[in-house]
């Protein structure tokens, strides 16, 4: 006799004639017929992770009816225009992993004041090439102090300052008409102290109580505070708070003003999903879910990457594919690469889980190496990287609008002679500007005396020397900070996935001090990489005798020889090699689309490839630069520039 399924264990119909009884009920014979057929499709994929979840449950048939009551309102709710998104969606799956996909990120207000206003610059989004915009926190956040924005007091409303909720679902149907895909986020961790759930559990109310940890003494706390890190040890150190309107220690893991929601309670689940179909259900096509690596406790571990953190995020997968199934999930999980790469899913949630994830690995070890002047590392990790489930696609990025925290295992930096421990020092000390003759301009964030460990923070033009250059006011240093620029972008771009690029960064701005002017501010020196949008500076784009008209159209020509070459699919693979040459990296990009080699110089000095070691890769005869659109000889070694960067296409016989 063969092993029951879960799926055989639930009344699948019984669900459905339930369902029926809904909003389901009055819509057409083929809007159900559609509906079933997801139904039927994706229970299995529900019903796994909420088992893991809430299988122990006595009332799970319960919970589990409110979660896809959930689901049919959201799918009757649901416009035509987005339905028809759905349709095109599906039938074009791997939509996200083609080489024309481009990310753009900002804040609202440091970009454009207003919502309205961003729709205003769409022509000036759409000139540099960008199918993806990215916007920072714009839900209603608590007043004064709130992380950024990561500090929800109403998920169903926007920011009072950006607009309204209206002026969000005219913008992503802009963008759509444009042929570009919204993306914001969604804190799934904490809610603010002043959300309407924590002002009740204040009141005393038993029912939102249990949506957050609350402890009435120390003694669980101080268990938990064994094994737990911190994250901001400098403003917000430890991970709970004293309460004394409730009288309670509140699990706060980021700021005191932040409490952390109770997933053991699949009524907290049931909340969130429903947050999520109603922003799906405005338009938003993407949902960078924000400190999904803290959703799950675990006593007597850092309560980090837990397996019911991965069936949260399997779970609400499933359940939106069922009502908007052109929605897609990025997560926001900044941890190490063997702990990174389920949440794009694994084993049986392969393709389960996010679709989108920052491969915060890459972007580290591309500093490293513009540092270091020296490849070795960044290729030898990048090596030990698992391949990616075949429908997902890494987010590559250069920076955010977090610090860089130095992610180099010590497994990797050994393998190759050098000690994590000093490695990742010497970095702090170069990109802070300590180093003896560094080119990098940053600030040291949240210095952890327990650990020696020093974030950083900078725009990509000031850690890359640009504003060391401008001090110097000298041609050769300037064109060198130019051109670190535009081969860290070129490495982006034709790695696995979608590029994106932080606002302003396509125009070299530099640190901007002026946050030390707002007290709300003034105590995380993050605010000097998320400076306001230079529209002044824009202007001279076109201007081909200015630094940032170099920047802006040498990105804008690597974005469309992107957009143009094939094998940048994601779907491919991209596995670094060895070039015999310990300054220039070395990257296949391989599927049934072709193959492209990559090399880059990552020194100020001209560098060579032997032919013989490209010939041992299989890549013989004439070679085309797909950035430049010039043929290499067939036979002479190959030479590099500085910071020169080549994407090295075989040209057919």
Same mark, same amino acid.
């Not at 997968?317 to 594919?321: F, W």
């Not at 040498?554 to 469309?560: K, N, P, R, T, V």
């Given at each position: 006799m063969g092993t029951l399924s879960v799926v055989d264990v639930v009344d699948s119909q019984g669900l459905w004639e339930g369902l029926l009884q809904g909003p389901l009920g009055s819509m057409t014979a083929l809007e159900q017929a559609l509906f079933r057929l997801r139904f039927d499709l994706y229970l299995p994929d529900v019903l796994r992770p909420l088992k893991q979840l809430y299988g122990a449950r006595a009332d799970f048939g319960a919970q589990l009816e409110k979660l896809l009551g959930i689901v049919a309102r959201a799918y009757a709710g649901r416009s035509e225009e987005l339905r028809l998104l759905d349709l095109r969606r599906t039938s074009e799956p791997?939509?996200?992993?083609q080489p024309n996909m481009l990310g753009y990120v900002c804040y609202v207000d440091r970009f454009a004041e207003t919502l309205a206003g961003v729709i205003a610059k769409i022509p000036y989004l759409k000139e540099l090439g960008v199918t993806y915009l990215h916007l920072m926190p714009l839900l209603k956040p608590r007043p004064g102090p709130n992380d950024g924005g990561y500090a929800v007091m109403d998920y169903r409303e926007v920011n009072p300052a950006f607009g309204a909720m209206s002026d969000l679902r005219a913008l992503a149907t802009a963008l759509r008409r444009e042929g570009m895909s919204l993306c914001v986020d969604l804190v799934c961790n904490h809610t603010a102290k002043e959300h309407e759930w924590a002002c009740k559990a204040v009141a005393g109310d038993p029912v939102y109580q249990n949506y957050y940890y609350l402890f009435p003494d120390r003694i669980m706390p101080d268990q938990y505070e064994m094994t737990l890190p911190e994250v901001f040890p400098d403003f917000a150190p430890g991970n709970f708070t004293y309460c004394t309107d409730c009288q309670r220690w509140v699990w706060t893991t980021f700021n005191e003003y932040q409490w952390d929601l109770n997933y053991t309670n699949p009524a907290v689940l049931a909340e969130m999903l429903d947050i999520i179909l109603y922003l799906a259900n405005q338009g938003v096509e993407i949902l960078r879910l924000d $400190?999904?690596?803290?959703?799950?406790?675990r006593l007597k571990t850092d309560c980090q990457n837990q397996p019911e953190a991965h069936a949260i995020l399997q779970a609400f997968?499933?359940?939106?594919?069922i009502a908007a199934p052109g929605l897609l999930f990025k997560a926001e999980a900044i941890v190490s690469p063997d702990q990174l790469l389920p949440y794009l899913g694994s084993g049986a949630a392969t393709n389960r889980e996010c679709e989108i994830a920052y491969h915060n690995a890459f972007m580290v070890l591309l500093w490293s190496s513009l540092a270091e002047r020296r490849v070795t590392l960044m290729t030898h990790a990048l090596q030990n990287m698992p391949d990616t489930p075949a429908n997902s696609a890494w987010l590559t990025y250069l920076r955010c609008h977090d610090d860089i925290g130095w992610a180099i295992r010590d497994e990797d930096a050994a393998a190759i002679g050098l000690s994590g421990f000093l490695h990742r020092a010497f970095l702090s000390d170069f990109y802070s500007g300590r180093f003896?003759?560094?080119? $990098?301009?940053?600030?040291?964030?949240?210095?952890?005396?327990?650990?020696?460990d020093r974030r950083i923070s900078g725009t990509l033009a000031s850690l890359a020397g640009l504003e060391a250059a401008a001090e110097q006011q000298g041609w050769q240093e300037i064109d060198l900070a130019v051109r670190r620029i535009l081969l860290l972008h070129a490495m982006i771009l034709a790695f696995n996935g979608i590029p994106i690029i932080y606002m302003g960064d396509e125009l070299g701005l530099l640190n901007d001090k002026s946050y030390l002017n707002d007290p709300n501010l003034a105590d995380d020196n993050r605010w000097m990489h998320r400076p306001r949008m230079d529209w002044n500076k824009a202007e001279q784009r076109h201007d081909w005798q200015t630094v940032t008209a170099r920047i802006f159209q040498?990105?804008?020509?690597?974005?469309?020889a992107r957009k143009q070459t094939i094998s940048l699919h994601a779907a491919g693979r991209c596995y670094p090699v060895w070039t015999h040459n310990e300054q220039v990296f070395g990257m296949i990009r391989a599927s049934a689309r072709g193959r492209l080699l990559v090399l880059a110089n990552f020194t100020e000095r001209t560098q060579k490839v032997p032919r013989h070691r490209l010939h041992d890769m299989g890549f013989k005869g004439g070679l085309l630069n797909r950035l430049d659109g010039k043929n290499l000889d067939s036979w002479s070694e190959v030479q590099l520039d500085p910071y020169q960067a080549l994407w090295l296409e075989p040209i057919p016989v």
């Open positions: 791997d939509w996200f992993q $400190a999904v690596a803290f959703m799950w406790k997968r499933a359940l939106t594919r003896p003759e560094t080119f $990098a301009r940053g600030g040291t964030f949240q210095y952890n005396p327990k650990t020696g040498g990105l804008q020509a690597m974005i469309e």
